[in-house]
């Protein structure tokens, strides 16, 4: 076997700097310079006869196989840029035909793919963070677009829990569930690749080797097609919050530059949830405010228990659970009360599992202990592995069925008692209770307790004055009558019924034996004094009743005189008024309690007249306005009112007074004597006497000032943001211009030499006539035809530089008219195949002729290349309209394409076709991409492997 082809001498070859080799018909290699030797890792020794392809791996094979073919078979050169997978190089071949063979000769533009790519993924993954707004949408968008840009096949993101102890997943892609299940929750405590990442904020790139070295005990973990992995972290202001861990299956290790653009990527990213967390915390701050407010209101709103109950239930869904059962003291066991789920559908399912397993108050967690201790409890992640064997399994299954994921328990505490639990639950994997979450459940409980505190005051002193009216109404008052020197004389029914006593025993003083003792002198003074003085008895006393108990009755009695208006006797009446006084000694308790609540309240409670003053002040209140409730009792509210407030204070005062409103809430500032401003949420209500004239006004101020602050804040934060994003933005386009520029100057430059080269081919030819050796004159046709595509190359080169520079003529353009053009263009190519066209009405829209004229022939042309394999070719044209844009559409029904390539298709020099089998040379959608953009819209494509192709692209409504 020769050292090297015949053609190719042993100088020449070492001579070429960049790897080639050659391969006979039977593509066994003939000749290899150094540099291949190198790049493939095998000794020239063992490459010289051994076939091409049974040294390529699959992934090569694959790259190179259907080039280099074409070259062998058809005796044409190719030139092409590969992905080489093995080596991880890209690579710009020419392979030409040499002698019976081919030869080969490669040169390295990885660099330059690595550059472009990496430019490409950071402004894909800028512009998918920058549309996302919600935290969900920031992390989906890390998840597809980043994980992509990364290159990883696997990866995950992970955030610190609200105290900072564990790690918490946010969100994975790439890994089987079984897997990730264990690690939904990391403690910062255990030594792991993305705990020490978040500790210490230093990333890290660890090969397998390393991994097992400085995490010995993780060994196991280690996943088979796995050949490194990254984690980044995830920071604001050099304060890591988060990590991003990834995962990669292709051997290497990472460069310097590697490792800094995987992290500027992670800081996009990191960026993007720090934004989306503000935001949420911004809202979520003021949608509770707003919250607390209506359920205050809402809750004071009725003094029915169970009405209480079903607000206070009704209203936590939705807003900080999925569920929440209010649970009330029976026995030893608490039971739900009331049940409100986000799905009412699974209400009764619930109450039924409640019911089967009652919680114990003196249970060791939950709503038991939340009772038991008066204090709040979270559990902020049920793990349901690390539960089994633990709890029954049957409580297991009913809570795995709940979906029940984080739970919180706050009591419902009023003057010192503990009433009941209530009880919030999420099931969504990405909602955690935080001490946030806590806080604010407390605080709603507080308000909640209070309120079923009045609630059940209020039922109990209606059931009392109930009983009272009962006993009333259904028993007759005790009736009884004396001489006049006030002792009985005769026998008195209704006092023997009452208190028992015989008629001997009663007679004389010995009733005031039914009396309770501590009465009983006071009882006698006064009924000594009314006979001695015949003035009319009255007084209320304890009176024994025949079962021992003391009731309190309400004596009266009048003389009775004849017609002469001489007194004749005594007659009298006792009452009992003993429920009335409970009811009464109630009614105080309650007023007091109500008052304490006020007096009490974390937030601004004050009475104010009709006229403006203010009436009473609760302390809150005073303190946030800043003065004494004395100050503010000489003071109106439009006297502590900011001045550029005033007016609209004014207005919505004026509507109180004259009943075109009941009440009305507005975010105003006030004005402290020391000059600072407090923001604050006041609502005001009318209270009307029976006639509609308001008698006072109730108002509730919450202070929002933190809350203004933080939106100003957030405000400033955005538009730093958002300038940032348009300097990078105004960069990126101008170096993309300066690369476009570049481009148009290298190809205008290359032309000039590849005109010398045909010419000097020609000459050649001519000099050498037509009695040239053949083997020469296949030389020359071969330099020819590489000539010829150079100069194809070099013209589609100029043509997509000049469509990204030459100035667009805005105007009306008919897209009926462009495409009914290119129909008319490609008739000589359809030539008598039968081609149907299914064309719907177009519209007219703003753009530039010229370039659109370009889009409707490039795309109408691809169609009828690409279905040149079928009896019949149908090509639909159509447009859709939306809001802001038109939507056209090419659809044909040809070879297709493959979905997993579809971004490649608008790529420069991008075929996912065999030449062979469709000619082009790549550079046509890449022109209709660069143009439609130029016009403000965009493009995308649809297909499958022979099942035909749609390419669509949209233009703005209006001129961009």
């Avoid at 739900?336 to 019911?355: F, N, Q, S, T």
């Avoid at 919450?702 to 300097?727: G, P």
Wanted: hydrophobic share 40%.
């Amino acid at each position: 076997m020769p050292l090297t082809d015949p053609a190719v001498p042993a100088a020449l070859l070492e001579g070429i700097q960049d790897p080639f080799y050659t391969v006979d018909a039977s593509w066994r290699y003939t000749s290899v310079n150094q540099a291949a030797v190198s790049l493939m890792g095998v000794p020239r020794e063992a490459l010289l006869g051994q076939s091409l392809w049974a040294l390529l791996s699959e992934a090569q094979h694959d790259a190179l196989s259907g080039p280099f073919y074409r070259v062998m078979s058809t005796r044409q050169p190719q030139r092409f840029e590969v992905y080489l997978p093995g080596l991880d190089l890209w690579e710009d071949i020419d392979a030409f035909p040499l002698a019976d063979g081919i030869g080969v000769l490669f040169r390295d533009i990885t660099p330059r793919k690595t550059a472009e790519l990496r430019e490409q993924a950071l402004t894909d993954l800028s512009r998918a963070l920058a549309r996302a707004v919600t935290e969900a949408e920031v992390l989906e968008a890390t998840l597809t677009v980043g994980f992509s840009t990364f290159g990883a096949f696997a990866g995950h993101v992970y955030r610190l829990s609200g105290e900072g102890e564990h790690l918490i997943l946010a969100g994975q892609r790439g890994f089987e569930e079984l897997f990730i299940q264990p690690w939904q929750q990391v403690p910062l405590t255990v030594g792991t690749p993305i705990t020490d990442t978040v500790r210490d904020g230093r990333p890290r790139f660890l090969t397998e080797t390393m991994f097992v070295e400085q995490y010995p005990a993780m060994a196991s973990h280690w996943q088979a097609a796995t050949h490194q992995i990254v984690t980044l972290p995830l920071q604001v202001a050099e304060q890591p919050f988060g990590v991003i861990g990834l995962t990669f299956q292709e051997p290497g290790v990472f460069s310097a530059e590697e490792q800094r653009f995987l992290q500027t990527l992670a800081d996009l990213c990191a960026g993007a949830l720090e934004r989306s967390r503000l935001s949420a915390l911004e809202r979520a701050r003021f949608h509770r405010q707003q919250y607390l407010v209506e359920i205050s209101d809402l809750l004071t709103s009725t003094l029915e228990p169970k009405v209480v109950l079903h607000h206070l239930a009704h209203l936590a869904v939705g807003h900080l659970a999925d569920w929440c059962t209010v649970f009330l003291p029976n026995g030893d066991a608490l039971e739900p009360a009331v049940v409100a789920h986000i799905h009412p559908e699974k209400i009764e399912a619930l109450k039924g599992a409640l019911h089967r397993w009652p919680i114990r108050v003196d249970a060791d967690l939950g709503a038991g202990k939340a009772f038991r201790t008066g204090q709040p409890e979270l559990i902020e992640w049920i793990d349901y592995e690390a539960l089994r064997g633990v709890i029954p399994a049957e409580v297991l299954e009913e809570i795995e069925r709940s979906c029940m994921r984080s739970v919180i328990d706050v009591p419902l505490i009023a003057q010192g008692r503990v009433l009941g639990v209530l009880e919030f639950v999420s099931t969504r994997k990405d909602r955690r209770y935080t001490q946030d979450d806590v806080n604010f459940a407390f605080d709603l409980a507080k308000r909640a307790a209070a309120a079923l505190d009045n609630a059940l005051l209020h039922e109990q002193a209606s059931v009392s004055e109930r009983r009272f009216r009962s006993l009333v109404e259904t028993s007759s008052q005790m009736v009884w009558q004396c001489s006049l020197d006030g002792v009985f004389t005769e026998p008195q029914t209704q006092w023997e019924e009452f208190t028992g006593q015989a008629d001997a025993q009663y007679r004389g003083w010995g009733w005031l034996a039914a009396v309770h003792p501590a009465d009983q002198s006071m009882v006698r003074e006064a009924w000594t004094r009314s006979v001695e003085t015949q003035q009319p008895y009255q007084l209320e006393y304890r009176l024994k009743r025949r079962d021992g108990q003391y009731r309190v009755m309400r004596a009266r009695a009048e003389l009775v005189r004849d017609n002469t208006g001489v007194p004749r006797e005594w007659m009298g009446v006792h009452q009992d008024v003993t429920e009335r006084h409970q009811a009464q000694a109630a009614l105080r308790e309650r007023e007091a309690r109500y008052r304490a609540l006020v007096e009490h309240a974390v937030v601004g409670v004050a009475l104010v007249a009709p006229d403006g003053t203010f009436l009473e002040i609760n302390p809150a209140c005073a303190t946030m306005l800043g003065r004494t409730p004395a100050q503010l009792r000489q003071l109106s509210v439009l006297d502590v009112t900011y001045p550029e407030d005033r007016a609209e204070t004014t207005l919505t005062l004026q509507g109180l007074r004259s009943g075109e409103m009941d009440a009305f809430t507005l975010t105003k500032r006030y004005l402290r004597p020391d000059g600072s401003l407090v923001w604050s949420s006041s609502s005001m209500s009318a209270v009307r006497s029976a006639r509609g004239e308001a008698q006072y006004f109730v108002a509730v101020l919450v202070d929002i000032t933190e809350q203004q602050r933080l939106q100003e804040e957030l405000l400033a934060w955005q538009k730093t943001l958002e300038e940032q994003v348009r300097e990078r933005t105004l960069a990126l386009i101008h170096a993309n211009q300066e690369l476009e520029a570049f481009a148009y100057s290298v190809s205008h430059d290359l032309r000039a030499p590849v005109r010398h080269i045909t010419g000097y081919l020609g000459l050649a030819r001519r000099a050498l006539g037509a009695d040239s050796d053949p083997k020469v004159d296949r030389y020359l046709s071969v330099a020819e035809g590489a000539a010829e595509r150079m100069d194809v190359l070099i013209n589609a080169m100029l043509t997509l530089a000049k469509t990204s520079m030459q100035p667009l003529r805005q105007g009306p353009v008919d897209l009926n008219e462009l495409v009914h053009r290119a129909q008319q263009d490609l008739e000589s190519a359809i030539g008598g195949r039968h081609v149907r066209w299914e064309i719907a009405p177009l519209p007219r829209v703003i753009g530039d002729h010229a370039t659109l004229q370009q889009v409707i022939m490039n795309l109408l042309s691809n169609a009828v290349k690409y279905t040149t394999l079928r009896d019949e070719a149908v090509i639909r044209v159509w447009a859709e309209e939306n809001p802001q844009e038109w939507e056209v559409f090419v659809q044909d029904n040809g070879a297709g394409f493959d979905p997993k390539y579809q971004q490649r298709l608008f790529g420069v020099f991008q075929r996912l076709h065999r030449a062979v089998e469709f000619e082009g040379i790549g550079v046509g959608l890449a022109n209709v991409r660069r143009i439609v953009q130029r016009h403000g819209g965009r493009v995308w494509a649809h297909g499958k492997p022979d099942e035909g192709a749609l390419f669509a692209f949209s233009l703005p409504c209006s001129q961009p």
